[in-house]
């Protein structure tokens, strides 16, 4: 084949050529970076969450004035609620998981000195929050009613004496796997909660938070006057229920505010939407630049082969095919291509490894690498083929028309 | 002269439209890509105040355990809020020009029309030193006097929002307003503030909105008012009513003090070393010394408001210039040495190389501004995009006159950047091999 003749006429074009393979180097580790930090952030937004975020509304209702009843207002509320047709389960909660505000604490598997202490994310919450949250108990029991404790018993800020904890917390208190139902969970006052269940999975408040799958939840009331309901929905039936339980919740209470009815898909989308930009800007940047390096490669091929139009016309009178024409073109790109990718190769690693350096970014998963190859071979492929293909139009008798 | 070079340009650039237009474009993707970004760092780390920042002062003391900092990745910091008693003493210092404790709470407003539903307002509760350390411009009114902040009255500024929703935009001084069970005066009304980053309590994140309810701090203890921002503790401690609260190691309270000179600087810094001093015989600040006072850039710095994830994709927005730059080069490169029959009889009849490199030069030049051009909008375009993705980035809308002209400069640099190399070596070509092919 004809490598020999290609290779030097690139030679007599150095500087082009090796300003191609730059710039295929620098959109491979551009568009290899890019995607992998996308995939990261992508793959961080959808973790499974063990929750039905879906079907969840979540509703504060805050008390004023002077005849408002804190836990009267909860109880009507929660029957109003249970008693609408197309809920599933209501319950209280002080925060709603994966929406950017809530509580930790330190908790220990143990009363000793020495006991490590573990962050967890805890919420107040009332009986039937398993249900309501759509989690999975792993072991052990929900809360009953009597369970929960009210807003006006005199010990509310002290642990109430049950709890529910994830998998996650329970690990790390009382080791990988153990039981941990029936055991006690202690706050930093070593004062303890027996736990009654374990949840096999699910988030906390904060989605960039690396414990983020700790969480205990008591069953107790908030301190009024606010109060905050999550409600679990029918399947579909959601957004028609919104409007429906604003309404019902206003106007059967004028002695508080009901806000911020809104769906929890919404809450967790607003938390992660900071991930999403990232994730959105990365994928355009390397959509664009393939784009801007495709019409590139286009580009700078066409005008070679008009450039070249007189030899061309003269390989293709002494006896050149059409297939070899195109051949050439094709060969030629392929190898501006590879050599591009060789130096990209590098770059790529080099820029991973600032960047992981620098910022806190993870090492480079290598199938991006090969993934990026393949893409910037066929691209370079993809570019190169019109114009080689109206190459080989040329007619032989170009040459001996010009001077 | 810079005329005709300019024609020449021109006639040369639409002699040859699609490599022109892939120029332009290249550059103007590139520049538009980056500037989107740059755009965000540029605004969200822009001096929010900067008549005066320099004299404005977050006051931090480290009064955290002793067994851990405050911020695991920053040890050399003191927490970013103080404790209730820490403010409170604070408050009784004589050097700071002027200074303010500081904090948010939620209050349910109740309008005396039955049209109007109740709603919830954020306020922030602090001293009346805020509103002229922090150059706050009113529409009516002012803030309130010393006595409402030692007697806890019932006194308070709006915010224009809530003045034209109580009142219509009228001058409310003088009215009352309900906020839960009490009745407050308004003694002023604050125009509108949109400050880039909410510079003096980023507790919930930097660009968050100027509070529309300004009150007096001691309000807060008097009434037992729960606050709505974030409260940090690290000693373990009972902590049942509102008094334990206020007892305890518990960070919460954002404090600020305008000081004017290094001299008042230093004297305050004295000051605060002895108040800890004194504590730490008490058996508090546990920590070394270490009493923090942060500029308001400087405290944006520790507060990172640039994130560094911000800063990752600043980075690859530069990269992602410098391969469309690359782009531009080949593409000018190869044009200009296609051009090697002409330069080669321009310069036989005379041309200087100095007056080919200048020709040339224009040419890229009137690339660069084309692509600028582009890149403008583009960015525009790119900034407009973000900020569907992202709620909060509203104070992003203007226009600032010095991004213009660094997203011009960016592009005419990078253009005659590109088109330096390819520029030279048009004017290298040897005219005699030219003329003699032809």
Known sequence: ?403 | MFLYNLRLARMSLMKQPLLTTLMVSAIGIGVGACMTILTFVYVISSDPIPDKSDELFAVRLDSWSADNPYEDDKPEEAPWQLTHPDAMALLESPVPTRHAAMRKAAFTVVPESEDIAPFVNIARMTGRDFFDMFQVKFLYGSGWGKSADENAENVVVLGKETNDKLFGGRDSVGETVRFGTETFTVVGVIDTWEPNVLFYDMNNGPTNSVEDVFMPFSITDRREIAGAGNTNCWKDEQIDTYFDLLQSECVYIQFWAELNSPAQKAEYQTWLDQYTEGQKALGRFERPMNNRLSTVTEWMDVQDVASDELLVVLSVGFLFLAACLVNTIGLILARFIAKGPIIGLRRALGASKGAIFRQHLVEVGLVGVAGGVLGLILSRLGVLGVQRLVSDADNLRGVDIDLLLITFGIAIGSAILAGLYPTWRVCQLPPAGYLKTQ
């Not at chain 1, 249900?131 to 809360?143: A, C, H, I, M, Q």
């Not at chain 1, 390397?286 to 066409?302: E, M, Y």
């Not at chain 1, 199938?367 to 083929?385: E, K, P, S, T």
Request: some cysteine; glycine content about 8%.
């Open chain 1, 1 to 403: 084949m004809e490598f020999r003749p290609i290779l030097s006429a690139m030679l007599r074009n150095k500087t082009g050529s090796i300003l191609v393979a730059l710039q295929i180097a620098l959109t491979l580790a551009i568009v290899v970076n890019c995607m992998f930090m996308a995939k990261q952030k992508i793959d961080h937004i959808n973790r499974p969450s063990g929750m039905d975020v879906g079907n969840i509304i979540s509703v504060s209702s805050v008390g004023f004035g002077n005849d408002y009843n804190h836990d009267r207002t909860i109880e009507d509320d929660l029957r109003l609620l249970s008693d609408m047709p197309g809920i599933v389960s209501v319950s209280t909660s002080s925060g709603v998981p994966m929406s950017g505000s809530g509580s930790a604490n330190g908790f220990a598997g143990s009363t000793e000195d020495d006991a490590p202490r573990h962050t967890a994310n805890y919420y107040s919450v009332s009986e039937d929050i398993i249900d309501t949250l759509g989690v999975t108990l792993e072991s052990g029991r929900t809360f009953r009613d009597i369970d929960v404790r009210r807003a006006d018993d005199e010990t509310l800020s002290r642990l109430s004496p049950q709890v529910i904890i994830t998998r996650a917390i329970a690990d790390k208190l009382f080791g990988e796997g153990d039981p941990a139902v029936g055991k006690l969970m202690y706050d930093g006052l070593g004062e303890g909660s027996e736990v009654v269940g374990v949840i096999e999975h699910m988030y906390g408040a904060w989605v960039g938070w690396s414990d983020f799958g700790q969480v205990a939840l008591f069953p107790q009331r908030t301190e009024g006057p606010h109060t905050r309901y999550l409600i679990r929905a029918e399947a579909g039936r959601r957004d028609e229920l919104i409007p429906v339980i604003e309404k019902t919740l206003a106007d059967s209470n004028r002695t508080r505010l009901i806000r911020n009815v809104r769906s929890m898909e919404e809450i967790v989308k607003n938390s992660y939407e900071g991930d999403n930009a990232i994730a959105v800007t990365l994928s355009v940047a390397v959509v664009l630049l393939l784009g801007v390096t495709g019409l590139g490669i286009v580009g700078l091929a066409s005008f070679t082969v008009r450039q070249r139009t007189k030899q061309i016309g003269t390989r293709r009178a002494i006896g050149a095919r059409k297939r070899d024409i195109i051949r050439y073109f094709l060969i030629e790109n392929w190898l501006m291509t590879t050599i591009g990718i060789v130096l990209g190769t590098v770059l790529t690693i080099a820029i991973n490894y600032s960047l992981a350096s620098a910022f806190d970014i993870d090492q480079l998963n290598y199938m991006f690498l090969v993934a990026g190859m393949f893409m910037l071979w066929l691209l370079g492929f993809i570019a190169v083929a019109e114009p080689a293909r109206r190459a080989a139009q040329v007619s032989p008798s170009i040459a001996t028309r010009t001077v």
